[in-house]
């Protein structure tokens, strides 16, 4: 391909697309936000806002209307004032509306039901806050094109490189397709791509509106390889609207020609909606785009990514330019994991930014990972999202991009965090979604044997500086878990509540404390584990899971059953005995309070002990505590 028709076509992408972003499922509007409500079908109505003017539309009759955008500004076509999204009634996404600045009245098409509602909202671009225009305007049209019936519009056609594969007449070992259930599934694969789907809709639809709405399913299991050739389109060419979800725990590793720049594409899809959920793409080398949403004629869907990873190892330039990796009308992901690394060969065009996400809405990120790495020189250039709308914080905190990365700031985790100790080293998997051990990190262990707490060190490496630490338990019998409340995230100790045992006493938390000594919890004796002990010493503090916690507390019926105690003392950190604490210690001669913060001692606490049972208190504390204790009924001596 000529460098000028190169040019061109990269032009009417960016013309079509408007330098996008992503979108959202759900709309919710303000009490305080104006609807007005969309009488003028089939003729240009002007609008003129501040951020967002919303219309109510309720059609007279069904059938495939056309939604055109007039609100072009400057010296520049592509840069519109404003940009427009369709929701049903109930305020969920359905399309993207944009100014189709290369067809006169061009606009997108939806199929509209007749007395139902729907909501245009009309926003102010991103580019208009960036030229400095107050406000936003332009003009709408929404026409009546045609009738349609859904209930027709049912056939789907599936083939690879160019065999329908709908009949089974024709069969690919690795591929298979139902075609009543709209299942293609790939499964261990290998061989060149080429697999078109085409929907019945050439237009877009509110899945309210059809029973029948198309909802197909790529499956992706095993561990796939497809190559993408001269001459063939890309791996999965989709032509109409519909759902498409990429599902299934496999793996697709793409191999591109990256001579033929426009086909290097795991999806184009022309309308359609893409929801990937599971699998993991991988591509070494790529030029343009890896999915695409968008139709070059009237319609523009959604990706939406749930879970599964997308890992494009070396995104490489075309001559001057880099293209977009994702191309959608808007975009929503909860999940999984994105990464991207950008290779340059030569230069690049000097006064333009090269968006990574070509998304023509908002960029929806409330969940998953966003990783971009790339050289110093070219990371300066790359901008994360180009769109009509702004990137909200949300999404920016989500997203990490550098040429050197922090790698604390990479979500990982452990895939265990409590072991029991045999005599051997514990390595715990660090799970950490598109990045490769050796490569971008390495691993090491420390005190991972014996019984304690063990780390983990990850530290960075490549676009990845840095280390972060974890930690994790190996207990032994001498700390027997009591009850099914502990728990250890690797950062606090247990959670308020839990229990656990020293081998003497039994202890509850009553504040939880922290692994880098920064926070000390709270604990209170609840029980004797050993009911032969005849000695008792409740500590100032004790240790558990590389934890420190306050013995402050000794609670109801603590001692209870200790029939062969003899003598007990208490710690300086005590500040409470709870009722009854004392009950059935029938051989009990003596206790010794070392503690200054007791202010109260509960009534009933010393109930059942001995009249020859002596308590011994701090000098400068006995005045106050001789008359509390006898107060709360000790009947014995106090020293």
């Known amino acids: 391909m000529k460098l000028k028709e190169l040019i061109c076509k990269i032009v009417m992408i960016l013309c079509l697309v408007g330098l996008f972003e992503v979108g959202i499922n759900t709309k919710v509007y303000a009490a305080e936000e104006k609807i007005v409500n969309f009488t003028s079908f089939g003729t240009w109505v002007e609008y003129k806002g501040d951020e967002k003017i919303i219309y109510k539309v309720v059609p007279k009759k069904s059938g495939v209307y056309n939604v055109a955008l007039d609100c072009g500004f400057g010296p520049d076509p592509s840069y519109y004032s ?77 083939e690879v490189q160019g065999y329908d594969i709908s009949n089974g007449y ?24 080429d697999i078109s789907i085409s929907s019945p809709y050439d237009f877009e639809v509110d899945e309210k509106d059809d029973p029948n709405f198309l909802n197909f399913t790529i499956k992706i299991t095993g561990n796939n390889t497809i190559y993408s050739n001269p001459g063939l389109d890309s791996i999965f060419n989709i032509c109409g609207h519909g759902n498409f979800n990429v599902i299934g725990d496999g793996t697709v590793n793409c191999k591109f020609n990256l001579k033929d720049t426009w086909r290097n594409k795991f999806i184009d899809g022309h309308g359609c909606n893409i929801i990937f959920d599971g699998p993991t793409i991988i591509t070494d080398k790529i030029n343009s785009a890896l999915i695409v949403t968008c139709d070059t004629n009237n319609m523009i869907g959604k990706f939406t990514f749930k879970s599964g990873s997308i890992i494009i190892n070396n995104f490489v330039n075309s001559n001057e330019f880099l293209l977009s990796a994702f191309e959608a009308g808007a975009m929503d992901m909860s999940g999984g994991f994105i990464r991207i690394n950008y290779v340059v060969n030569g230069s690049l065009e000097p006064k333009k930014t090269h968006g990574m996400f070509c998304i023509t809405g908002e960029m929806n990120v409330t969940g998953g990972n966003i990783i971009i790495t790339g050289d110093a020189k070219t990371i300066p250039k790359v901008k994360v999202l180009d769109s009509f709308a702004k990137m909200n914080e949300k999404t920016k905190n989500a997203i990490l991009i550098g040429a050197r990365i922090k790698i604390q700031d990479v979500k990982m985790k452990l895939e265990k965090y409590s072991y029991k100790f045999d005599g051997k080293a514990k390595t715990p998997k660090v799970i950490v979604n598109g990045l490769e051990e050796g490569k971008d990190y390495i691993v090491s262990y420390v005190d991972n044997v014996n019984v304690g707490i063990a780390k983990v060190i990850v530290k960075g490496r490549g676009h990845f500086w840095g280390s972060k630490t974890f ?169």
């Open 471 to 639: 930690r994790f338990k190996i207990s032994g019998e001498e700390n027997i878990k009591v009850g099914d409340t502990e728990t250890y995230d690797g950062i606090h100790g247990l959670k308020f509540g839990s229990t656990f045992t020293d081998g003497k006493l039994i202890y509850k938390v009553t504040k939880e404390g922290t692994l880098d000594g920064k926070t000390a919890g709270k604990v209170t004796v609840i029980g004797l584990k050993k009911k032969t002990l005849k000695k008792v010493a409740v500590k100032t503090s004790v240790n558990y899971g590389g934890v420190k916690y306050k013995v402050t507390a000794i609670g109801k019926k603590a001692f209870k059953k200790g029939k062969k105690l003899k003598s007990i003392v208490i710690g300086k950190n005590v500040a409470k005995i709870g009722k009854r604490a004392f009950a059935g210690c029938k051989k009990l001669k003596s206790i010794k309070i070392k503690s200054k913060k007791i202010k109260k001692f509960v009534k009933g606490a010393f109930k059942g002990l001995k009249k020859t049972c002596v308590i011994k208190v701090p000098k400068a504390m006995k005045k106050a505590y001789v008359k509390k204790i006898k107060k709360a009924g000790f009947k014995g001596i106090v020293e």
């Open 82 to 158: 404003s940009y427009g999204t369709l929701y049903n009634s109930d305020k969920k996404y359905i399309g993207t509306i944009v100014d189709r600045n290369d067809v006169d009245e061009a606009g997108n098409e939806f199929y509209l039901s007749k007395g139902k509602t729907y909501y245009v909202v009309l926003e102010r671009s991103n580019y208009a806050g960036r030229t400095g225009i107050e406000g936003f305007g332009g003009k709408i049209k929404i026409s009546y094109l045609k009738d349609v019936k859904l209930k027709e519009y049912t056939d789907v056609t599936v």
């Open 170 to 193: 024709r069969r690919f070992e690795g591929i298979s397709y139902n075609p009543k259930k709209h299942v293609l599934e790939l499964n261990n694969y290998t061989g060149e791509g």
